[in-house]
Structures are given as structure tokens and as C-alpha cells.
């Protein structure tokens, strides 16, 4: 079976594609700094797949280390490039070490690419490169116009993007596949992996579950005053196990349609979007614990309304999030209750 590089794959999208990667009989080589994630990471995706990755601790940016990976372990015939730092906030702080971190890190798996001849790569792309998108592009498809970045780790992803296609137009033998995330949650189905924010978390799900188990007091809404039904902003909420799969589906494709084009492109969300307040509503619902919240006013940088078109995606690589979004929310509550030790 085909052995896939999965850097960044302890952190939390990648820990849960390790996972369909291995149980698909894939043979998964981890790379990972575990600077944003944790070692015990490993106990969880062995306890549901029965055996344990291979773990590279070595950080993506570092070419010696890098090199000495490749070479013992040829042939790779893949690599999914997760390894990157995520927070918006920190990256306006700390723009250089974002540039370092995200473009280093790809830089120095393209030229290791071409030395070792490994020919794939998926690479996680956001859809905060659409910015927000005009209505007439709303739900947003791959060919809707890129915005200017609102944020050095935007700005990444979108470089990072420019990087891919500008490498494998000079290199006929590089093939990538550039999956944009809309905004995962939930955690896998066991509760043995799932998201493990540092500190105060910045993204709502989190936030909802600590709050939801008396950790923080409540959460803020972050404006009711925008353009949409509810007046919160709306977003396309996407089970992080369905995004997992979609990785082994872009795997499958790379691995076996030669006639694909060099670079494809994919949104991968699940068409509907729903409001901040929805969710909070739709978690009580599903879980009956309840999330005291209070309307505050806006995040600065946030975007009004993105959800996806992922036609695309759903016809090319025979895939679809499709998991009821109760079922993911009992999901993220059923982790956050392992976590905390709540029965
Ligand atoms: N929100 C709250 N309260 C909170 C946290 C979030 O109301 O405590 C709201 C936000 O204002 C936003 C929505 O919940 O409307 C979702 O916020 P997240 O921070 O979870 O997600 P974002 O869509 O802002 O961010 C995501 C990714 C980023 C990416 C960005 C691009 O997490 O990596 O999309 O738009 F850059």
C-alpha cells in the first residue's frame, strides 16, 4: 500500500486523516514539531486504528532534518502538508515567524519533492482566500475572484497557493492537489482525537464546549448587526471526519488518474451555511447543556457570510459532507466531556 507523509499530522485535522488514512490500509509517516499539538495524540489515533504511525518529530522548515527523512524513507508517493501555524490573531502579531513557518515549511517540501522524486502533494488551503465573497458568488465555487488577504497567516495560504502553481508549471512531474477548508469542528466519533485548542480558544466551537462545561462563564457573539437572517455571522460548519475523507479521496485520485490536471483546486464544505446563533441553538438542542451567551459587538477582520459550492469536489472525487450537523456537535461535546472528565 501506498506510504504518505503527513506533516502536521498530530495536530487536529491532520491527527483525524492519520486516522482515515490507516483504517483505508495507508502506510502514514507523521511529521510534526508538536508546537501547536500534543504527543498523546498518538495513544488516540492507535486506540482506534489499532496500531501506531510512524513519528518524525522535526520541524518542516529545517532542510537538513527534512532531507535525512526523505532519503530513510523512500519511496514516499505522497505527501498531505497540514504542518503550519493557524491563528489569525497571532499572525498579525507575529508576522515573520508565519511567513517562516508556513512558506518555509512548503518551500522546503517542494525541493525535497523534487530531489526525492515524490510527485504528490494535497496541500490544506483556506477559504479565507475568497475574503467575502459579493452575492453573486455566494455559495462561493473555485473559480470565485481571490481578495486581498486580511491577515499574514491569509496571506500564507494564499502565497503558499501561488507557490504550488508557479512549482508545478516549471516541474511537468509535480502534481497537486489544493484542498480549501471551510470551518471545521467536531471531534472523531471514539472521542479519542479531536481538537485541542492552546489556551483561550479563538474559534466558536471550542468556545461553546468550555463554555458549555463551566470553564468559561459565557460566550460572546461577536455582533448581531450584519447583513444576514439572524444578524450573526454565517459560516459552512464541516464535520472534521468528513474533511478527513476528502483527503483520502484526493489521495485515491492522485494516486490513480494520471490524466488529472497538474494543479486541482477544491472547496470542500458542505453547501449550507449556518449563523453563530444557530450553532449555539443547535448545540443545546443536541446536547441539552446549556451555553450562556451574551451579543457583543464585532470581530475585527471577520467576514459577514462565506459557505461553499462543493459541487466540485462531491462530483470529481465521489465525496460529500454529509454528517447531520447535531451529530457533529454531540461529537465536539462528546470530546470536551472526555477531556474534562465530565460523565
Ligand atoms: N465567534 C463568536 N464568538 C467566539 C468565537 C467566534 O461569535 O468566541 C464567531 C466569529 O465571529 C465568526 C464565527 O464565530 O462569525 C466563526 O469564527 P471562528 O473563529 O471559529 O472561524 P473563522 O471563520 O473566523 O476563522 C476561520 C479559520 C481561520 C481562517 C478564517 C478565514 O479558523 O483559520 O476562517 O475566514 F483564517
New binding site residues.
Partial sequence: MARILVTGGTGYIGSHTVVELMQQGYEVIIVDNLSNSNIDVLDGIEAIVGKRPTFENIDCTNYVDMDRLFSRYQPIDGVIHFAAS???GESVEKPLMYYRNNIGSLVTLLELMKTYQVPNIVFSS???VYGQPDAQHLPVDESAPIQKAL?P??NT?QVNEDIIRDAAHADANLHATILRYF?PIGAHPSAMIGELPNGV?????P?VTQTAAGLRQE?????DDYNTPDG????DYIYVVDLAKAHVKAVERMLIVPEREQVETFNLGTGRGLS?LE?VRDFMEATGVKVPYTIVG??EG??EQ?WANPKYANEVLGWKADTPVKEVLLSAWKWEKRLRNIV
Fill in positions: 493557524k491563528a489569525v483556506s477559504c479565507t491577515s497567516y491569509g495560504k470551518n480558544p479563538n474559534n466558536l466551537l468556545f460566550l460572546k457573539v461577536f455582533g450573526s455571522c454565517i459560516r453563530v450553532i464585532r470581530r471577520d467576514i462565506v
